[in-house]
């Protein structure tokens, strides 16, 4: 035999099998019928009472509306239900009303024995999942005779273990009737078919905790009508499951629970904020359950899927999925935020929501004049009272105030950072500060304020005594974090909303401002690059003068956090925003190339003369400067005397109101900040507490 005549066979082969891979069917419409949308009903309130007859006199019954008509259990496409079946809800604080009828020519039923296999005889069926979480559902059966068959499940069949089955529950308080318009099993009467009336009570919707029964509730429910018209039998419902089979609750519709009374003006129905992004984890879930059974093992990432961009497109925006998968179990996360409602399923298929993380909040303090161990008590107290979870508080290299504030802050549960100023000191030998472009020392002249007594960050000396200064500190043991601040050059532009403060128009760097231009500096800039910086016409235009400082100022706290980093501390920084909008320009402070373990960025927008929203898009840019790989907490100034704002021309006695507290927050949350930080939370009213409360509380429900 000739093997080359395989040969063609083999490339036509290999090119289907290259055109299947690019044409692969995207799991959106591999598993569309799994994902159409559920049916929905406003389900209205009763205050009228309903006697279970299975007749439906009462006249609250003709306000309700009707389902849509039954249909195929597999949805559209499939042939129309020859008889025609519809369902009616009510509920008040007691009982779920369910009335519906079913056309059937000719009655039948010959079981009589509850909890026998009732869709044996024609039957109709309830199902409801209380929580809507796709496990611990229950489902009522009956025939048309008023034979009950009911039973509890604690996880669908499909579960990778075996189901829970409480074969000998019965629906506590259960009231049901049926009513046959005909004669029953006359096969030579023509009838006009039967209904069913029951009544269910708040106990079984209800669990030990939670009542699902109340008004802007949604229940998970579906009705299933079993006909015998052949074999196999028929199945038709109300919402489309997908598939032939009743035990898969997340394809139940959504029965919403109104306070409107039944016959009041009609209320729109609407689904839960949810509902997409939970479709969008079952379409996962049902790709996991194929991928399960063909290799034994599940998807251990979003990539693995393969997703389409029509698939990606159901993801709702701002969205993310994460995966824990082990060869056995897993769950798929979907959440806006760590601190964001997670929408979670596992492996069993249960789907359900949970708190994120909580947000946590820092809160800068000072050691004032009056303050003592009491006070400090009764302010950490208060903190902690409103949600707070550290302290970033200002020692000033005072041992005995670190080991107080420190114990304290520990005897609340809170972490303490011992806030240090770091560059600016007084009193200290002259030749350790920095100099300005004027030739002017910071001992002896200081741009702005008097206390900008700045130091040279470069000098030798400097650097050891603050390496000491630090380390004292860092060796208390109720010490967490040691917190740098001002460990820059002073502002060589101001912030704008500052200059009417000063009396400045400041859009060039000025001399006075411009520092380090000691000789040691300048000698060793020269020594790198060989530029005399003192002989430049315009400094401020030398880039490579700029880098040299914000060298500089890395370079040493890199080293200062290697020493704390040795006693077992964690180092963080108040630093200016950005970094790369603000603070490298302004202060010298690159500061996404230290190696400290947490940011503090004082993204004060009136500083800047931005509204709240800007503190999300500086935030977005400063948690991506690290990659996401420290935490950045976004620094909020608060504004006191909010009241007068608008005549308040110091942006550092203004501040965020209290209504722009949940735009400032979300705006840092949407950035991917790990919490926020307070400065001077004394300035933080009840109202603004209060704003802050609700905008964390926000981030934590389900929307």
Not at 187 to 209: L, N
Not at 363 to 379: F, I, M, R, V, Y
Request: hydrophobic share 35%; net charge negative; proline share 6%.
């Amino acid at each position: 035999m000739n093997k080359n005549i395989y040969l063609p066979l083999l490339c036509l082969l290999l090119l289907l099998c290259g055109r299947t891979t690019l044409t692969a069917q995207a799991l959106s419409e591999k598993y569309a019928p799994l994902l159409t949308l559920p049916k929905g009903y406003v389900c209205y309130r009763t205050t009228e009472p309903i006697h279970i007859d299975g007749q439906a006199k009462e006249s609250v019954w003709k306000k309700a509306p009707s389902t849509d008509a039954f249909m195929d259990i597999q949805g559209e496409g499939l042939p129309k239900p020859i008889y025609r079946t519809t369902a009616k809800m009510l509920w008040d604080d007691d009982y779920l009303y369910i009335y519906a009828e079913l056309e059937e020519p000719h009655v039948k039923a010959s079981l009589h024995q509850r909890d026998t296999i009732v869709f044996y005889d024609n039957d109709f069926e309830v199902f409801i999942d209380p929580k809507g979480e796709g496990h611990n559902y229950f489902e009522i059966e009956t025939n048309a005779i008023g034979t009950v068959f009911d039973l509890a499940l604690a996880r669908p069949y499909r579960a990778p273990r075996r189901p829970f089955i409480q074969f000998q529950w019965n629906c506590p308080g259960l009231k049901l009737a049926t009513h046959i318009d005909g004669k029953l099993n006359d096969a030579q009467h023509t009838d006009k078919g039967w209904s069913v009336e029951m009544a269910i009570p708040r106990k079984a919707i209800a669990s030990e905790f939670d009542n699902y029964l109340q008004a802007g509730s949604w229940l998970r429910l579906n009705f299933s009508r079993v006909e015998w018209l052949g074999k196999p039998e028929e199945n038709w419902v109300w919402s489309p499951q997908g598939k032939i089979d009743m035990h898969r609750p997340e394809r139940w519709g959504y029965v919403y629970l109104s306070e409107k009374r039944v016959g009041e003006a009609p209320e729109t129905f609407r689904y839960p904020a949810d509902q997409a992004v939970k479709q969008f984890l079952w379409m996962l879930f049902y790709a996991q359950e194929e991928h399960q059974a063909e290799t034994g093992s599940y998807y251990p990432n979003l990539q693995a899927f393969g997703l389409s961009e029509k698939d990606k497109n159901l993801l709702p925006a701002g969205y993310k999925v994460q995966i824990e998968a082990t060869s056995h179990t897993y769950e798929m996360i979907a959440s806006t935020s760590p601190y964001s409602t997670q929408y979670v399923i596992d492996e069993e298929g249960r789907c359900f929501a949970r708190p994120g993380k909580k947000l946590p909040v820092y809160a800068w303090q000072g050691w004032g004049e009056h303050t003592n161990e009491q006070s400090l008590q009764a302010d950490f107290s208060k903190w902690k009272a409103h949600g707070v979870t550290g302290v970033c508080f200002n020692v000033g290299f005072d041992e005995t105030k670190a080991r107080t504030a420190a114990r304290v802050a520990k005897s609340q549960g809170l972490e303490f950072h011992a806030w240090m100023p770091c560059m600016l000191h007084a009193g200290l030998p002259a030749s350790w500060y920095a100099v300005n472009r004027l030739g002017e020392s910071a001992h002896d002249v200081q741009a702005y304020v008097p206390y900008y007594t700045c130091l040279d960050p470069r000098n030798p000396e400097v650097q050891q005594w603050l390496i000491e200064q630090y380390s004292r500190i860092a060796a208390i043991p109720e010490v967490d974090y040691v917190q740098l601040d001002y460990v820059r050059y002073p502002d060589v532009i101001l912030a704008r909303g500052l200059w009417d403060k000063y009396g400045l128009v400041m859009n060039e760097e000025y001399p006075k401002a411009d520092y380090c231009y000691c000789d040691s500096c300048v000698a060793a800039f020269k020594a790198q690059t060989g530029i005399d910086i003192r002989k430049e016409k315009d400094p401020s235009k030398c880039k490579e003068w700029a880098q040299f400082r914000c060298d500089v100022i890395t370079d040493f706290v890199n080293k200062l956090a290697e020493a704390i980093h040795r006693q077992g501390k964690k180092v963080s920084a108040d630093v200016f925003p950005g970094p790369h909008s603000y603070a490298t320009w302004m202060v010298r402070q690159e500061w996404d190339k230290w190696k400290i373990d947490a940011f503090f960025p004082m993204n004060y927008n009136d500083f800047y003369l931005e509204n709240a929203a800007w503190v999300g898009k500086v935030t977005r840019e400063e948690v991506e400067s690290v990659e996401g790989q420290i935490p950045v907490y976004s620094g909020l100034f608060i504004c006191k005397d909010w009241r007068n704002k608008d005549k308040v021309i110091d942006p550092e006695n203004s501040g965020l109101l209290p209504s722009e507290m949940k735009e400032a927050v979300t705006g840092a949350v949407e950035a991917g900040v790990t919490g926020i930080a307070l400065f001077t939370p004394e300035s933080m009213t009840d109202e603004h507490w209060a704003a802050l409360k609700e905008v964390c509380q926000g981030l934590a429900a389900p929307l």
